[in-house]
DNA sequence: ATGCCGTGATAGTCACGA
């Protein structure tokens, strides 16, 4: 069973590329995020034709999640609870093949100091709360999306590169450890603990030709997914196509 | 120190990204 989780950073700008993944990589299940559509302009007749079901949670002109599967999924959770002010699309749940899956797409936090840098902890402190039920659930489930945060200093190409970033900032850092330590596994990381692997490279500054990437797309697994955890990886190819997304699609196979 | 490039909303450039 392979899991995905893929920015894509405009659904009208990138169908093409799109749909060529979903036909080479056949993912059973996509977690997409930076839809940056409304949900009723997602193109679920396209998607269907393809043989996906959608699951959208859109939002005009920014951010957005959607939920591709083979197998219908029933929605969980539209939406991360925890503040009924907070209008941003960056969260959707689903059941899929027996599996409790969520297309993330976390706040970037830039600048630092300022107000996106404390909605992104704030953001990140509610998604630890909603976190701790899931696992508390007993299922298999997989927390797919871009995290917007650089893990580890193997994460990058420099070390120094991004310091002062809100990817890289240590509170976000201290965050996604807090994430983890509740029992998650990050699957890219456990099959390649050396680090080295990347999930973003900026369009500019030739940051792709240069390979001066880094690693915010990440899976986390339950125990119970992790127990069935086969492999896991990032699809660098992709990012190399003409008018490809700046991210690279991360992805999980599970027994 | 800033922009580089790219996307979307909009009809000017501007907001936002990472």
Redesign the pocket.
């Known amino acids: 069973m392979l899991i995905a989780t893929f920015?894509i950073?405009?659904?009208?700008?990138?169908l093409p590329r799109l749909l060529e993944w979903l036909e080479e990589a056949k993912p059973d299940i996509a977690c997409l995020q930076?839809i940056?559509?409304?949900t009723e302009n997602f193109p679920v007749d396209v998607l269907r034709g393809a043989g996906y079901h959608c699951l959208v949670h859109g939002q005009?002109?920014?951010n957005g999640v959607a939920i591709l599967s083979r197998e219908p999924a029933t929605e969980v959770q539209r939406g991360l609870p925890g503040d009924d002010s907070d209008e941003q699309s960056r969260y959707l749940e689903a059941d899929v093949m027996g599996v409790r899956v969520a297309s993330i797409y976390l706040?970037?936090g830039?600048p630092v100091p300022g107000p996106?840098f404390d909605y992104k902890l704030a953001w990140m402190e509610r998604l630890r709360r909603h976190a701790a039920g899931l696992l508390a659930t007993g299922l298999p489930v997989v927390l797919a999306g871009?995290y917007?945060v650089i893990p580890n200093d193997d994460d990058i190409w420099d070390a120094s590169a991004m310091r002062d970033?809100a990817?890289r900032q240590p509170e976000s850092v201290a965050a996604y450890r807090q994430l983890l330590w509740q029992g998650w596994t990050d699957a890219v990381r456990s099959l390649h603990p050396l680090g080295g692997v990347w999930s973003?490279w900026?369009?500019?500054?030739g940051a792709w030709p240069r390979d001066h990437g880094?690693r915010?797309d990440h899976l986390l697994l339950s125990p119970a997914a992790a127990d069935r955890l086969a492999d896991a990886g990032v699809m660098k190819h992709v990012r190399g196509a003409e008018?490809a997304s700046?991210h690279a699609p991360a992805w999980v196979r599970l027994r």
Do not use: H, S, W
Request: aromatic share 12%.
């Open positions: 920015n950073n405009g659904t009208n700008a990138r930076e940056k559509t409304m005009k002109g920014f706040p970037n830039n996106k871009d917007n970033d990817l973003f900026d369009y500019q500054a880094f915010i008018k700046d």
